[in-house]
């Protein structure tokens, strides 16, 4: 039986190009807004033949003023500090959303702090539009944000949303 999920899966991936007596930036909070939520999942079989596989098709309804913002969960108020070392930092568990077209008032927003030496911690917020970000069902959204002090670069990658490792069941 193959399964696919029914929502999309957005992740946040930080990196730094600081380091070595430059600022220390740390990610202090992710929110997502003007998404989805909340909606009906309408999944029809197009195919009833039994000597072929079923080709299933699935809908997403929404309400027209259903949107929020939320932010990403699991961080458990623990700030990420960035460091100059090559490897992206994962910045809470992520977010299941309702798979969407384009949106005009879709964007994240980062909130981080960024120190200079002795000097007193600055916080900034950066906003990302996502006016043109369409989100399909049964896919894995990772936006590796690179932040240093002239500048932020997001760089958005799509994979399928898939289990690690295959299980086979024997139904009886």
Not at 46 to 73: F, H, K, L
Request: some cysteine.
């Amino acid at each position: 039986m193959a399964f696919k999920h029914a929502l999309s899966w957005i992740n946040f991936e930080f990196l730094t190009t600081t380091g070595n007596g430059m600022p220390t930036i740390t990610i202090n909070s992710v929110t997502l807004n003007g998404v989805k939520y909340n909606g009906t999942l309408t999944v029809t079989n197009d195919n009833y033949n039994t000597t072929t596989m079923p080709v299933a098709t699935a809908q997403w309804t929404t309400p027209g003023d259903d949107v929020s913002a939320i932010e990403v969960p699991e961080t458990n108020n623990e700030n990420i500090p960035l460091i100059l070392d090559g490897t992206a930092k994962v910045f809470g568990d992520g977010l299941l959303i309702l798979p969407c077209t384009r949106n005009e008032n879709a964007n994240f927003v980062i909130n981080y702090t960024m120190k200079v030496g002795n000097d007193a911690a600055q916080n900034f917020t950066y906003t990302y539009s996502l006016k043109d970000q369409t989100w399909d069902m049964s896919s894995k959204y990772t936006y590796r944000i690179t932040i240093s002090p002239q500048q932020i670069v997001v760089a958005p990658t799509v994979d399928p949303w898939t289990e690690e490792e295959p299980t086979e069941t024997t139904i009886e």
